[in-house]
């Protein structure tokens, strides 16, 4: 039994019962070939349970709310630019954007995080995404990140008393990962 059965159930599960909610059908779950190419495209694998939610409960359209996974054919369209190894990347390394939260933010997978997983959220609207102030730790894994989905504490879900949604926070690693160093007065 692997450590993801249970979660990748009852994400399945949940997600199937919120799409008939809604009238409608999940789509189908991507094959090995899509997942191949779409870890190929971006030079490397996905996250363990990234893989397993897209092969086994669907090829995206599915989370809290009115937000959804992106399907595998887009998550190969969102950012991940290479900079020459003397500069500060725009991107960090392996992060995948995998949802569309409104307002130009999107959340992320961190894939180089081969265990938990972080899930990141890249915030445009006060910096570019190439400066550390724009990057926030949406959660510390991925399946924190799903159970707050599933449990409603999520931001993303509708919430009855704001003071219970655990809020994104700065993410402390984004300017060792975008390659910037920081001055001794916390400048760039």
Request: aromatic share 8%.
């Amino acid at each position: 039994m692997d450590e993801f059965d249970d979660l990748v159930s009852r994400v399945r599960s949940w997600a199937t019962a919120t799409a008939e909610e809604r009238g409608a059908n999940l789509p189908e779950p991507a094959t090995a070939e899509q997942i191949a190419a779409a870890e190929s495209i971006l030079g490397y694998a996905l996250h363990p349970l990234l893989k397993r939610l897209f092969q086994e409960v669907a090829n995206g359209g599915y989370g809290p709310e009115h937000w959804r996974l992106m399907p595998l054919e887009r998550l190969t369209l969102c950012p991940h630019v290479d900079a020459p190894p003397d500069q500060p990347r725009a991107w960090p390394d392996q992060v995948l954007a995998v949802m569309d939260v409104g307002c130009a933010m999107l959340a992320a997978v961190d894939c180089a995080d081969g265990r938990g997983g972080q899930v990141l959220l890249m915030d445009p609207n006060a910096f570019d995404s190439g400066q550390p102030e724009a990057w926030y730790l949406e959660a510390a894994t991925l399946p924190q990140w799903l159970e707050g989905w599933l449990d409603g504490s999520s931001w993303l879900c509708e919430q009855d008393d704001p003071e219970d949604i655990a809020w994104p926070t700065p993410w402390d690693d984004a300017a060792a990962r975008l390659g910037q160093k920081i001055q001794p007065n916390g400048s760039h």
